[in-house]
């Protein structure tokens, strides 16, 4: 059973840092790119970043360029993504998903809905 399970969202007050992990069971990251997307209240869902599991190839929105970094460990099957300089705007549920690293090379141009299998999402509050 394929499944992906998000942790390490809350809150947190402006310039400062989380770090959330995205970790997979049921199947290897192997050949596989991990994305990360989030959903701000009202807002419809967007993505932040991406990560292509052979490679390491990365992707960023404009938006977290240069706060965000996203990381592999293949052995623990988990992706991370290192949230730093965290505005209030940032403030979202914070979803990963996977897919083949085709999805991840277009991450600009698919839509989100082009991922496969998704986690259940946490929690980033960013206020002071």
């Known amino acids: 059973q394929v499944q992906l399970v998000e942790s390490g969202g809350g809150l947190v007050q402006p310039g400062g840092s989380l770090r959330l992990s995205c970790t997979a069971s049921?199947?290897?990251?192997?050949?596989?790119?991990i994305g990360w997307f989030r959903q701000a209240p009202g807002k419809e869902r967007e993505a932040v970043s991406c990560?292509?599991?052979?490679?390491?190839?990365?992707r960023y929105t404009e938006a977290v360029k240069g706060r965000f970094t996203i990381s592999i460990d293949n052995a623990k099957k988990t992706v991370s993504l290192q949230m730093d300089r965290l505005k209030p705007e940032d403030t979202a549920v914070y979803y990963c998903?996977?897919?083949?690293?085709?999805?991840?090379?277009?991450?600009?141009?698919?839509?989100?809905?082009?991922?496969?299998?998704w986690g259940q999402g946490t929690p980033v509050t960013v206020s002071s």
């Open positions: 998903a996977v897919d083949s690293p085709v999805t991840c090379l277009h991450y600009d141009d698919y839509p989100y809905e082009a991922w496969g299998s």
């Open positions: 049921g199947f290897t990251l192997d050949y596989r790119a």
């Open positions: 990560i292509i599991s052979s490679n390491g190839s990365t």
